[in-house]
């Protein structure tokens, strides 16, 4: 099966936002760092010289961000699910995901570049499974912002 690469348009923050994301995320690196050439400065509007894309890893999955322009923005209909073992894990990706973004509702952020993630424990799907809880978790779960498991299992137990 072939590899899907997602591929992130920034303005010209993509040097720093791999660097971002690489500090957060476990078994991460930057793989390498192309620069536009001087055949590119037209088209582009980028210096010769400049960083044109980076080649990033985040635990094992291949990323490439781009220095495009100001053309495009991201917005929430792509965003990157990050399913979390407990309580701690949503914690830590809340906390770093969200310095200089912002929390929306959910369980979804968006981070200091405008990209949207989901900061989601591994058994919500369980808890949204059986037809006769569904509605009491999903009343507990739209009142949040970052999700609270224990909040989400005592709905499911009323």
């Known amino acids: 099966m072939p590899k899907i690469t997602p591929h992130l348009w920034f303005d ?24 536009y050439p001087k055949a ?12 044109m894309t980076v080649e990033f890893e985040l635990d094992g999955q291949k990323f490439v961000a781009l220095n495009g322009g100001p053309e495009f923005k991201f917005t929430e ?15 830590y990706y809340w906390e770093k995901l969200t310095q200089g973004g912002e929390e929306v509702q959910c369980g979804w ?11 989601v424990p591994t058994g919500l ?8 809880k569904v509605e009491l978790v999903t009343q507990a779960f739209l009142d949040m912002k970052k999700i609270d498991i224990e909040t989400l299992r005592k709905a499911a137990n009323q």
């Open 12 to 35: 010209d923050q993509a040097e720093e936002a791999a660097g971002f994301y690489t500090s957060i995320f476990p078994n991460s690196k930057i793989v390498s760092t192309d620069y």
């Open 40 to 51: 590119a400065e037209e088209v582009s509007g980028k210096p010769a010289g400049s960083v």
């Open 77 to 91: 209909a792509i965003s990157f699910l990050v399913s979390c073992k407990d309580q701690d894990e949503i914690d």
């Open 109 to 119: 952020l968006k981070d200091k570049f405008g990209l949207s993630w989901q900061i």
């Open 125 to 132: 799907e369980e808890l949204m499974s059986d037809p006769q």
